[in-house]
Each structure stands twice: as C-alpha cells, then as structure tokens.
C-alpha cells in the first residue's frame, strides 16, 4: 500500500494526470458543443482514431508537425460536417450515424496505414513529427508545481486554454447563444429565426475539430506514432466526462480530470505487479461508475421536480 502512495503522490504522478486528460479533454469539449446543439457526438471515437492517422501521414509527407495538425482538425471537421449531413439532411439516427463512423474509422485507418507504411499495426516506417513541447518560464522553477506543470506538449496547454474558448464560445458570443437556444428548444429557435440545421452544421463542426485535436495530440504528443485503434475508447470516456459534468466547461474540465486520473492510476499500477488485465480495465470502470453516479443523481432530480 505505501508503494501505491509513493506513486499516487509524487510529481510524476501528477504529471502524467494532465499528459492523459489532454485528449479525453479536447473529445470532452466537443461532446459539449455538439451536445448544447441537440445532437450528441457518438462519432468522437471514430473522428479521434481518423485524425491521428492524419496527422501522422501528412506530417511525414510534408515534414512539418504543424502542417500534420492542420490535416488533423481538418479532417475531424470534414467528419463532422458529414455527420450533420446525414443526420440534419438525410433524417437519419445522429446516434447511428456516429456508431457506423466509428465502425468505419475502425477498418478504414487500418486499410489506410496499410497503403500508406505497409504495416497494419503501426506507422514506425513512417518519418512523422511531433508537436513540441513548453518549458513554462517561472512556473519551471517552482518546486512541486513545476515538475507538474511545466514540460507538457503544446496541445496539452491548448486543450486547458480550450475550457476557456469554449465557455467564451458557449456564454459570450452570438453564435453560442444560438447553439444553446437551439439546443433547448429548436421549435423556439426556429420560430424566431434562427436556422436549426446551420446551428447544428456549425455546433459538429466545431466538435469535430476539437475531437481531432485530441486524435493529433494522441498520435502527435502522447505518442510518436499511429497504432490499430489506439484511441482505446476515449472517445466514450470523453461522452461520459461530458455527461458527469453537466454541459458545463469547467464541469466537463474536472470529470474530464477524474478520468485522467484513473488512466494514469492504471498506467502506474503497470509496474506493481498487479494483473495488466485489472489495470487496464481500470478507466472503465471509473466511467461506469461515473455515470451511475450521475444516472442516480439525475433520477433523484426527477423525483424531487416531481414531488415539488
């Protein structure tokens, strides 16, 4: 058991908590804007895996990391956008539509890395870049906080100065009023002439491409390479730190940071000697309980309205 503290409590520890929320954060926030539209993102899984795949190959083709991040939110919007045309103009399930994207991104990143590097399992054989890493100035130098804070990828910082964008978005801009007026009531929205679809086209847009900056950070930042499936379900994980939260940003910020947390308990437990199929089942076990608990709250909501 003091070996357990020793690890939970130590400034490695902390910062590998904030290296793993990073993409579950950036699927998080965009689980929320498409979410305050009325459409629910399921797709986040499949436009994650999709763009680190991107990002990966055209950073090597081009040799620039920016340029490979560029591609990567790119095609998370594209993704998006082609969900919001299934689903705003075709009427077909958004639910659906997100689970036959993800089933999609599943084989077809498979089939694309095989094109592209010969392999089906990894992109080694590709020269991709990797986005750079910051030294805070100051902060570096503060004992304890420093050790956490400083040294992260650059996505890691974006994905904290997102929370705020989002909010900024959400409750301080036009379009944010609209997205949430839709999102609470498309008939009243509509009735005062606000335009339903182009609310929402916009809302997975913007979800789309926070989603890829979560797929880039993955290929990018965490890692140096592409792998099969490497998402490994953070795109639910990130629905259900949306969900716990509130659909609020800093909500969805601390849920977001819960998750994050059991990654990298689960990830330090790899050298205790603990079974790896009890580590590794860890994070999602921590979602289940998350929305039992935010099911049972939820339920316990009703019962007072209707009691009230």
């Known amino acids: 058991m003091k070996v357990l503290f020793d690890v939970i409590f130590s400034t490695a520890f ?21 979410d305050r539209a009325g459409v629910t993102n399921i797709g986040l899984e499949g436009i994650m895996l999709s763009s680190a795949l991107a990002g990966v190959i055209v950073s090597a083709l081009t040799g620039s990391a920016w340029i490979g991040l560029l591609a990567a939110v790119i095609v998370g919007i594209l993704i998006g956008l082609f969900m919001a045309y299934f689903a705003l103009n075709l009427k077909t399930d958004i639910i659906l539509t997100g689970i036959a994207i993800n089933l999609m991104a599943s084989g ?49 910082y974006f994905s904290l100065i997102a929370v705020l964008l989002v909010y900024i978005l959400l409750y301080k801009t036009p379009l944010g009023l609209r ?7 498309p008939n009243a929205a509509d009735s005062v002439g606000i335009s339903v679809n182009k609310v929402r086209y916009i809302a997975l847009g913007i979800s ?13 930042g965490y890692v140096s390479w592409f792998s099969t499936n490497m998402t ?18 800093l909500g969805t910020f601390l849920t977001s940071l819960l998750f ?22 860890i994070p999602y076990v921590a979602t289940l309980l998350g929305l039992v608990i935010y099911a049972t709250q939820e339920k316990s909501k009703i019962e007072k309205a209707k009691r009230g």
């Open 14 to 34: 902390g910062y590998a908590i904030l290296r793993v929320t990073t993409p579950i954060l950036f699927a998080a926030l965009g689980a929320l804007v498409s």
């Open 108 to 156: 077809g990143t498979i089939f694309v890395l095989y094109l592209v590097a010969h392999d089906k399992g990894i992109s080694t054989s590709l020269n991709s870049k990797i986005m750079p890493s910051v030294a805070l100035p100051l902060i570096k130098d503060i004992p304890v906080l420093g050790p956490i804070l400083s040294g992260h990828n650059i996505l890691t």
């Open 179 to 185: 997205i949430r007026a839709v999102g609470e009531s």
């Open 208 to 220: 789309g491409a926070l989603a890829g900056f979560g797929g880039a950070y993955l290929s990018m």
């Open 232 to 249: 490994a379900g953070r795109g639910f994980i990130a629905l259900a730190a949306e969900a716990m939260g509130r659909g609020m940003p």
């Open 260 to 281: 994050g947390f059991a990654d990298a308990l689960s990830n330090s437990l790899q050298s205790l000697r603990i079974p790896a199929e009890f580590v590794q089942m």
